[in-house]
């Protein structure tokens, strides 16, 4: 097992060089990686990204919103938490079977004095808590075995920013399940630090005291920022490549209730519904069909209403009402 060395912290290159080491390392060796991120939400491959992120606080606190090759649920990253991956052949003993990937982070956290235990498909947990979520990607005859490490992360984060109201949004995808959730720090009977755990963490990834280290070149790096600005920095990857979703939005304003219907495919908006006892000069049915074939992305829509004469269609409502109503 070969230590792979990266002290990045964007989310968008970490998931490139996860790609990277499966698609491009050394396919004769394995791999083991450990990485942490900006706060980020990092979304499953055939999830609905505007179903699974609370889209204002998003916004509002800055948080990357990055879809991985895994399956999967939703998870939250911030510098409270430290992931974990494996890269090795995709064997019959090791697809599927997450428990063999997580007995590294088990024995770890038993050598510190707490114990945890591996539940349900895909769970690390402590107490019933969970703390620790994995997934799984192959590529040709390669494995990616890549897990979360809530070691101190912002709980109240976690909550919020994938809180979405489940009445608003019915996605075709894949959904995440909430779970009870924990943080390792507080169980630990003497406290460390998370780069103290992380060294621990590595004595049982890597037991072999004669480790060897992959340091990437810059040629390896150059090929990564590639992957990043061609798949995890694009706007059609982290969102547009969502499933389809019935979309429902409303709230009141001024110049009245606003009720907006509507469908979502690969990110763009369909069959466009606009409902509500506000006044308006014209048919606000014309005004819907505009929306339609448009990415359903805040400045899209916004850039579009600017060229619209608003105000012929909504009496009290402005353009950033209808685009609150809209993107919360």
């Given at each position: 097992?070969?230590?792979?060395?990266?002290?990045?912290?964007?989310?968008?290159?970490?998931?490139?060089?996860?790609?990277?080491?499966?698609?491009?390392?050394?396919?004769?060796?394995?791999?083991?990686?450990?990485?942490?991120?900006?706060?980020?939400?990092?979304?499953?491959?055939?999830?609905?990204?505007?179903?699974?992120?609370?889209?204002?606080?998003?916004?509002?606190?800055?948080?990357?919103?990055?879809?991985?090759?895994?399956?999967?649920?939703?998870?939250?990253?911030?510098?409270?938490?430290?992931?974990?991956?494996?890269?090795?052949?995709?064997?019959?003993?090791?697809?599927?079977?997450?428990?063999?990937?997580?007995?590294?982070?088990?024995?770890?956290?038993?050598?510190?004095?707490?114990?945890?235990?591996?539940?349900?498909?895909?769970?690390?947990?402590?107490?019933?808590?969970?703390?620790?979520?994995?997934?799984?990607?192959?590529?040709?005859?390669?494995?990616?075995?890549?897990?979360?490490?809530?070691?101190?992360?912002?709980?109240?984060?976690?909550?919020?920013?994938?809180?979405?109201?489940?009445?608003?949004?019915?996605?075709?995808?894949?959904?995440?399940?909430?779970?009870?959730?924990?943080?390792?720090?507080?169980?630990?009977?003497k406290p460390v630090t998370i780069e103290e755990f992380k060294e621990t963490l590595w004595r049982f990834l890597i037991p072999d005291s004669a480790k060897k280290?992959?340091?990437?070149?810059?040629?390896?790096?150059?090929?990564?920022?590639?992957?990043?600005?061609?798949?995890?920095?694009?706007w059609d990857w982290n969102y547009g490549a969502s499933p389809e979703s019935d979309v429902e939005k409303e709230e009141r304003f001024a110049g009245g209730k606003?009720?907006?219907?509507?469908?979502?495919?690969?990110?763009?908006?369909?069959?466009?519904?606009?409902?509500?006892?506000?006044?308006?000069?014209?048919?606000?049915?014309?005004?819907?069909?505009?929306?339609?074939?448009?990415?359903?992305?805040?400045?899209?829509?916004?850039?579009?209403?600017?060229?619209?004469?608003?105000?012929?269609?909504?009496?009290?409502?402005?353009?950033?009402?209808?685009?609150?109503?809209?993107?919360?």
């Open positions: 097992m070969i230590k792979v060395v990266n002290e990045n912290t964007d989310p968008r290159i970490n998931l490139a060089v996860e790609e990277y080491a499966i698609n491009y390392l050394d396919p004769s060796q394995d791999y083991a990686i450990l990485w942490q991120n900006e706060p980020a939400v990092i979304v499953g491959r055939n999830q609905n990204t505007i179903a699974e992120v609370n889209a204002p606080y998003i916004k509002e606190h800055g948080i990357h919103v990055v879809r991985r090759l895994s399956g999967g649920g939703a998870v939250y990253h911030d510098f409270g938490n430290l992931n974990f991956t494996f890269i090795v052949d995709a064997q019959k003993s090791v697809v599927s079977n997450f428990e063999y990937f997580t007995k590294p982070v088990i024995d770890a956290l038993a050598y510190l004095g707490v114990k945890a235990e591996f539940t349900g498909r895909n769970d690390i947990t402590i107490n019933g808590q969970k703390f620790s979520g994995n997934a799984q990607y192959w590529s040709k005859n390669r494995l990616l075995h890549h897990g979360t490490i809530m070691f101190n992360s912002d709980l109240s984060v976690v909550q919020e920013a994938l809180n979405v109201k489940a009445d608003k949004i019915q996605s075709k995808g894949v959904k995440s399940v909430r779970s009870r959730v924990t943080n390792i720090l507080p169980h630990l009977p280290e992959d340091v990437l070149t810059e040629e390896d790096w150059a090929i990564i920022r590639d992957l990043k600005d061609r798949r995890y920095n694009l606003l009720e907006l219907k509507f469908n979502v495919t690969d990110g763009v908006i369909q069959d466009m519904n606009i409902f509500g006892d506000f006044f308006g000069r014209n048919n606000v049915h014309q005004f819907a069909k505009l929306l339609n074939g448009h990415d359903y992305r805040e400045n899209v829509i916004a850039e579009l209403l600017e060229t619209v004469e608003f105000e012929d269609y909504f009496i009290g409502i402005t353009r950033d009402d209808f685009l609150h109503c809209l993107f919360s």
